[in-house]
């Protein structure tokens, strides 16, 4: 601040800028909710606590326990490129609404997962959580299932009572093979059957941080799994990915994979998980970095610099490889104006504006067509 009583008498100017740029808000936070190992008082259940490390974790709710699938889970978040969870410990389902309204007051949280949890009931009630919210992803665990295409069998049962309008959530199948580490020191090693979300979850984190939300959290190795308890063929992922079941798959020389991408909507638009992440980043981001504009005159000043935050935000959206098109121009758009700001419009307070954005999508199909070359005559494709 100028202290002007120091000053001559004159006019003076002082430049203000609160049109500043718009920060990118985070993805790759995880809300890992189940029972915990520690017997907690009735006042802790259902409380978030941040998390950093497994031994973070161990530390406040104790280590694992062979029966609980929320450990493993937490184990794999990290081990798969996690690096900060809210735990939120309930005693069993009775306590997850109220764990679920907790964490609506924690904003940073932007995926959520139920480890071993496939009740399709109690798993809408986390979709529905996130769709709420606008800016979370459930991450759910398929049914264990040994005949996962009879469309009675427990898969199938689960997928279809859990379709999603908007694409808030994605199913993962099959549960990982992990060693178990509750086996005592020189004893013989075992192996132990766990739910993967806590792990995909980790895998997201991962991805997010190395590639960017755009990028599709999928063809990623699963960190800690030696195996998988289904292990799919071409034909049966293929009539799973249909329904929008996401697959873990192993192939020759390769670890576990993450090998689909797909959210648990009919629609199109919202087909792919990293679509409905990235919308939901750019949302985000964009509450936060206009809040500046709350209360401002309502006129072409304020709508230019509304329009010049965003546009030099969904700029470097764009320049990340984010959004389609050679030029900025094709890859997204800005519009505030008269036409969606007339004289009622204003009357009551509201400033309008339209974004449309051309996001990228996952090249799910490599079509590689080869034939016989005769040296110089076009191919023969067979």
Same mark, same amino acid.
């Given at each position: ?18 049109? =500043? ?34 031994? $973070?974790?161990?530390?406040? !709710? ?10 493993? @889970? ?6 798969? /490129? ?21 964490? &609506? ?13 496939? *009740? ?20 759910? *665990? ?5 005949? #996962? ?18 694409? !808030? ?10 060693? *178990? #580490? ?29 590639? /960017?939300?755009?990028?599709? #959290? ?16 071409? &034909?049966?992922? $293929? ?20 090998? =689909? ?17 990235? !919308? ?7 509450? @936060? $970095?206009?809040?500046? @504009? ?34 900025? @121009? ?6 505030? *104006? ?20 051309? #996001? ?21 494709? =067979?």
């Amino acid at each position: 601040m100028v202290d002007y009583q120091t000053k001559a008498p004159g006019v003076y100017i002082e430049e203000i800028t609160p049109a =500043g740029p718009i920060a990118g808000s985070g993805t790759s936070t995880a809300a890992l909710i189940g029972t915990v190992t520690a017997n907690l008082p009735n006042g802790q259940l259902g409380v978030p606590v941040a998390v950093t490390s497994w031994s $973070g974790y161990v530390a406040a !709710f104790g280590g694992f326990d062979r029966n609980l699938n929320l450990p493993f @889970a937490v184990r794999g978040y990290f081990e798969n /490129g996690g690096t900060l969870a809210y735990i939120a410990p309930i005693k069993d389902m009775a306590g997850l609404p109220a764990a679920l309204d907790a964490l &609506t007051r924690v904003p940073d949280v932007s995926l959520v997962a139920l480890p071993g949890v496939v *009740d399709p009931a109690v798993q809408t009630t986390v979709i529905t959580h996130c769709e709420t919210m606008g800016d979370r992803f459930a991450v759910l *665990d398929g049914a264990p299932d040994a005949t #996962p295409l009879k469309n009675d069998g427990a898969l199938q049962t689960q997928r279809g009572g859990l379709l999603s309008r908007n694409g !808030f959530a994605g199913l993962y199948w099959p549960w990982i093979v992990i060693s *178990d #580490p509750t086996v005592a020191p020189g004893a013989a090693p075992a192996t132990l059957t766990k739910p993967p979300s806590g792990h995909v979850a980790g895998i997201m984190a991962r991805s997010d941080n190395q590639r /960017g939300v755009h990028k599709a #959290p999928a063809n990623e190795p699963v960190r800690g799994a030696i195996d998988l308890a289904y292990p799919l063929n071409d &034909t049966e992922q $293929g009539t799973l990915n249909q329904k929008n079941i996401n697959a873990l798959r192993s192939f020759p020389g390769r670890p576990p994979l993450v090998w =689909g991408a797909r959210t648990l909507t009919d629609g199109t638009p919202w087909r792919y998980v990293n679509v409905r992440r990235l !919308f939901s980043y750019v949302e985000d981001s964009i509450l @936060a $970095g206009v809040r500046w @504009a709350v209360f401002e005159p309502n006129n072409t000043g304020l709508w230019k610099g509304l329009e010049r935050s965003i546009t030099e935000f969904l700029t470097r959206v764009w320049q990340s490889g984010a959004l389609f098109g050679r030029t900025a @121009a094709e890859a997204f758009y800005v519009k505030i *104006d008269d036409e969606l700001n007339p004289d009622s419009t204003r009357a009551l307070g509201e400033v309008h504006i339209e974004i449309g954005m051309a #996001p990228v999508r996952p090249a799910e199909y490599v079509v590689v067509r080869i034939g016989i070359w005769d040296g110089g005559a076009q191919v023969n494709e =067979g």
